[in-house]
């Protein structure tokens, strides 16, 4: 069930990320969860070695409400990140806490603006336009409101069309965006944009008005570390997707 992320071929770890790797990182993970896959892109940003544990999030009615998955993280969602003992949830949260801890290949700029901006960015993402479209929350719409799967789809690209229109604008009006959201060098708010824009695909939200947000997409998925993290590739998918 489980897979050890080793494959970085000619790439020779330092110090610092041999340490990450023998403390011993495993990822509670499921392919297509976009929270999970921020995680990932971090992960794999800063060469941390990690052993991916997949939660099937639909099988037998989603195994993040087994009491194994509760235990480790009572909120019932993925990504959960092991760090030897610890327990660390919140993917914005253990993106923080990666680049506290493996402060090699920040995640954030250096400066205080810098980092009120990227965070900015990754909260449009992450706290206003994610948890809208969520699993349980599309789940409730069908069994509770009986919302079709038709409408259903429409309010995925409502919402994530209304994160966009403002991603757009944060983006293309801002000086200190680059080829990535933050200047020449990939962050957290690319680690949030990317999976969303894979949700934004997913849904097929039309991108015609969102030229700055898909070109740093692109620019993103010339990168190693986020192709690596794609939910296609993940051990986890099913074949069909790969
Ligand atoms: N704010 C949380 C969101 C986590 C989250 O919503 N994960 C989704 C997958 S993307 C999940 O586990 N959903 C399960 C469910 O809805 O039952 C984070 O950033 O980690």
Same mark, same amino acid.
Request: one cysteine or more; charged letters at 20%.
């Given at each position: 069930?489980?897979?050890?992320?080793?494959?970085?071929?000619?790439?020779?770890?330092?110090?610092? &990320?041999?340490?990450?790797?023998?403390?011993?990182?495993?990822?509670?993970?499921?392919?297509?969860?976009?929270?999970?896959?921020?995680?990932?892109?971090?992960?794999?940003?800063?060469?941390?070695?990690?052993?991916?544990?997949?939660?099937?999030?639909?099988?037998?009615?989603?195994?993040?409400?087994?009491?194994?998955?509760?235990?480790?993280? *009572?909120?019932?969602?993925?990504?959960?990140?092991?760090?030897?003992?610890?327990?660390?949830?919140?993917?914005?949260?253990?993106?923080?806490?990666?680049?506290?801890?493996?402060?090699?290949?920040?995640?954030?700029?250096?400066?205080?603006?810098?980092?009120? &901006?990227?965070?900015?960015?990754?909260?449009?993402?992450?706290?206003?336009?994610? *948890?809208?479209?969520?699993?349980?929350?599309?789940?409730?719409?069908?069994?509770?409101?009986?919302?079709?799967?038709?409408?259903?789809?429409?309010?995925?690209?409502?919402?994530?069309?209304?994160?966009?229109?403002?991603?757009?604008?944060?983006?293309?009006?801002?000086?200190?965006?680059?080829?990535?959201?933050?200047?020449?060098? *990939?962050?957290?708010?690319?680690?949030?944009?990317?999976?969303?824009?894979?949700?934004?695909?997913?849904?097929?939200?039309?991108?015609?008005?969102?030229?700055?947000?898909?070109?740093?997409?692109?620019?993103?998925?010339?990168?190693?570390?986020?192709?690596?993290?794609?939910?296609?590739?993940?051990?986890?998918?099913?074949?069909?997707?790969?």
């Amino acid at each position: 069930m489980s897979s050890v992320y080793a494959g970085f071929g000619a790439v020779k770890l330092d110090a610092n &990320r041999q340490a990450g790797a023998m403390m011993g990182f495993v990822l509670y993970d499921y392919w297509r969860s976009s929270a999970a896959y921020r995680v990932r892109i971090a992960l794999n940003l800063k060469e941390l070695i990690y052993e991916s544990r997949p939660v099937h999030l639909v099988r037998d009615g989603g195994e993040q409400h087994g009491a194994e998955y509760q235990a480790i993280n *009572p909120q019932r969602l993925v990504p959960s990140l092991l760090d030897g003992e610890r327990v660390i949830t919140q993917s914005l949260a253990i993106m923080e806490y990666l680049d506290e801890t493996h402060p090699e290949t920040p995640l954030l700029p250096a400066d205080a603006r810098g980092r009120a &901006r990227v965070r900015a960015l990754a909260m449009t993402v992450a706290s206003d336009a994610h *948890p809208i479209g969520n699993l349980r929350v599309l789940q409730y719409l069908q069994s509770q409101l009986n919302v079709d799967e038709l409408q259903r789809a429409e309010w995925s690209r409502y919402w994530i069309g209304i994160s966009f229109n403002a991603l757009e604008a944060m983006l293309s009006q801002n000086a200190a965006t680059g080829r990535f959201c933050h200047g020449e060098v *990939p962050g957290m708010a690319d680690a949030c944009l990317v999976p969303q824009f894979y949700n934004a695909l997913r849904w097929k939200l039309s991108l015609d008005k969102y030229p700055t947000v898909k070109r740093i997409y692109h620019e993103c998925m010339t990168l190693e570390a986020f192709q690596r993290a794609a939910p296609e590739v993940q051990p986890d998918a099913p074949e069909a997707s790969s």
